[in-house]
């Protein structure tokens, strides 16, 4: 079994900066990981991710303040979030996925391993 557990989560006041933290453990390792958001109302969002390849990718809305990394002796998926708006709050999700290689950008639902989430507010 694999497990993601995120971590790094909080408030924050607009134009700040935090770092998100997904730990990885178990058996196996996924191919395929990202971050998504949702927040109340919404549908989820992709944010960003790391796919087969190496190559990272981003949502629209965050691209040119977030960066996506991979600590593969840490074992982490890290998400660097600056110039932070209320528009970010949201409960942000760590996801992989097993056994298939994939390239660039991928939904939410091509995704089969989801972490439990962790809050991010931003206040005006």
């Known amino acids: 079994q694999v497990q993601l557990v995120e971590s790094g989560g909080g408030s924050v006041q607009a134009g700040g900066s935090l770092r998100l933290s997904c730990a990885v453990s178990?058996?196996?390792?996924?191919?395929?990981m990202g971050w998504f958001r949702q927040a109340p109302g919404k549908e989820r969002e992709e944010v960003a991710g790391?796919?087969?390849?190496?190559?990272?990718w981003y949502g629209d809305s965050v691209k040119g303040r977030f960066t996506v990394s991979q600590d593969n002796n840490k074992n982490t998926l890290d998400l660097q979030m600056n110039s932070l708006q209320p528009e970010d709050g949201a409960m942000y999700y760590c996801?992989?996925?097993?056994?298939?290689?994939?390239?660039?950008?991928?939904?939410?639902?091509?995704?089969?391993?989801w972490g439990q989430g962790t809050q991010v507010t931003v206040a005006s």
């Open positions: 178990g058996t196996y390792r996924p191919y395929c």
């Open positions: 996801a992989g996925r097993l056994g298939i290689y994939c390239e660039g950008r991928q939904l939410a639902s091509f995704f089969d391993i």
């Open positions: 790391i796919d087969s390849y190496r190559d990272t």
